[in-house]
């Protein structure tokens, strides 16, 4: 469900009433009924599907037919405010994840789609994780992952994510870089059907401009990881020059854009395809995929959440896993 406080549970409910994603899986809420409750009755979502609490769930996992709320609900429930950072809410949410890796690593549900959390409302907390995708990597003990993010417009694969600016270019080795560009080839081999094209972006302006900008990390260390990733029979390019790689005529050749930073690539993407765009994080031992947006807690509870992005990213998850398994989405 993401964090109470936020968009995650209107996005929660605007899934159970939309045929299209319902036809492709039987999706589970794990989140707070009595958040849920409240938003139904402020954004006029309801009713409410079957409830059921986590205990319940335990004990019969197998018996979920039905679109089914697994219930965390407690004592301070109804202390939960609409756009209100506390404690509270940060530790909800955390609840909620760990509960849904925990039952998508026994396979009792075949993957997870998460809504957003505030990152914030987790350390008040005092859980201290950058954001989903490093908690993910822990519980499941994967030391090989990165982000990726993907809609029909275009998809980017990172290889630094939640760190400052200052940060990125001491965390940049030719093996890490050689490790994104692997596991997107992969991944995107497993969405196209084909043998993906890859470009990887350079850190620099102009590529650095043969070592007139940067500390000449292209040629130190992109552009070796490049080439051994061509050894190994990947189709890639690069390092390009990060100001002109998403022009159009790019994006329409190109299967993934391997970028070094965050916004890198999160600032084209969601000027093509905000609100749409399904982040994966890869490399895990189970599926999970996410809304690309965060809590959005100025419009929380308002009937204002687009959810489209919701919609796409449990549609991706079922079809990821339908290789798998019957296709069942666990949203959490």
């Avoid at 029909?152 to 630094?160: A, G, N, P, Q, R």
């Avoid at 990887?200 to 000449?216: I, K, W, Y």
């Amino acid at each position: 469900m993401g964090d109470p406080a936020g968009v995650g549970p209107e996005v929660c409910l605007r899934l159970l009433l939309h045929t299209p994603t319902l036809q492709e899986c039987v999706p589970l809420i794990f989140g707070d009924a009595t958040v849920l409750q409240r938003v139904a009755d402020c954004c006029e979502l309801g009713p409410l599907p079957r409830i059921i609490t986590f205990a319940e769930w335990e004990r019969s996992p197998d018996q979920i037919t039905e679109p089914t709320i697994v219930d965390f609900s407690d004592a301070d429930s109804e202390q939960v405010t609409p756009g209100v950072v506390s404690e509270l809410t940060g530790r909800a949410s955390y609840r909620y994840i760990k509960a849904a890796i925990e039952a998508a690593t026994t396979g009792s549900v075949d993957a997870i789609t998460t809504g957003p959390i505030n990152k914030k409302a987790l350390n008040a907390a005092g859980i201290h994780y950058p954001g989903h995708t490093e908690i993910f990597a822990e519980e499941t003990q994967s030391d090989r992952i990165c982000m990726m993010l993907t809609c029909d417009e275009i998809t980017c694969s990172f290889v630094t994510t939640h760190v400052g600016y200052r940060d990125v270019p001491g965390l940049l080795t030719v093996d890490r870089i050689l490790e994104v560009i692997e596991i997107s080839d992969t991944a995107m081999t497993q969405l196209r059907g084909r043998k993906p094209k890859l470009v990887v972006c350079a850190l620099n302006p102009h590529a650095g401009e043969d070592g007139l900008f940067g500390d000449r990390e292209e040629e130190r260390i992109i552009t070796p990881a490049i080439d051994l990733a061509r050894g190994k029979g990947i189709q890639v390019e690069g390092p390009l020059p990060p100001d002109t790689a998403f022009l159009p005529d790019r994006r329409r050749n190109t299967d993934c854009f391997v970028c070094m930073y965050h916004d890198q690539g999160h600032i084209p993407l969601k000027a093509l395809a905000f609100d749409v765009a399904v982040n994966i994080t890869l490399g895990l031992p189970i599926i999970r995929t996410s809304v690309d947006h965060g809590t959005a807690l100025d419009i929380a509870w308002q009937g204002k959440a687009e959810a489209t992005s919701m919609y796409e990213a449990v549609k991706l998850a079922a079809r990821l896993a339908v290789a798998r398994c019957e296709p069942t989405a666990c949203h959490s």
